[in-house]
């Protein structure tokens, strides 16, 4: 079954960095659109950054300027580079992957993604 799996997550102090980084495992297509969100809690899921299979970055507002995302084709993962983080950073955060298609949908779309990882917890600290 094609699951995305992410890792990276943990905790950190307002200012520093992580990196989290997702593995596409199963039959997801390595150039298709894949995206993070972001759970707080008592909030809805956000979208955070999606990369298309032809390297278009889209990000959020609130991290734009901090966050990077790329992708590995050699070991099929997509990473988000995290800098500067803040106490609002904070929350559950989770690998979205397209079944195929290398476009992504916008950040608001989603359930215009296919396959969603179980998540990795973050919390900055101030």
């Known amino acids: 079954q094609a699951q995305p799996v992410e890792s990276g997550g943990g905790s950190v102090q307002s200012g520093g960095s992580l990196r989290l980084s997702c593995a596409a495992s199963g039959y997801i297509d390595s150039s298709a659109c894949m995206g993070w969100f972001r759970q707080a809690p008592g909030k809805e899921r956000e979208g955070v950054a999606t990369?298309?299979?032809?390297?278009?970055?889209d990000y959020a507002d609130s991290v734009k300027g901090r966050f990077t995302v790329s992708r590995d084709y050699t070991k099929n993962t997509v990473n988000l580079q995290m800098n500067s983080l803040k106490p609002e950073d904070t929350a559950m955060y989770y690998c979205?992957?397209?079944?195929?298609?290398?476009?992504?949908?916008?950040?608001?779309?989603?359930?215009?993604?296919?396959?969603w990882g179980q998540g990795t917890q973050v919390t900055v600290s101030s």
């Open positions: 990369l298309s299979g032809n390297g278009f970055t």
């Open positions: 979205a992957a397209r079944a195929a298609g290398a476009w992504c949908p916008p950040l608001t779309d989603l359930e215009g993604f296919d396959y």
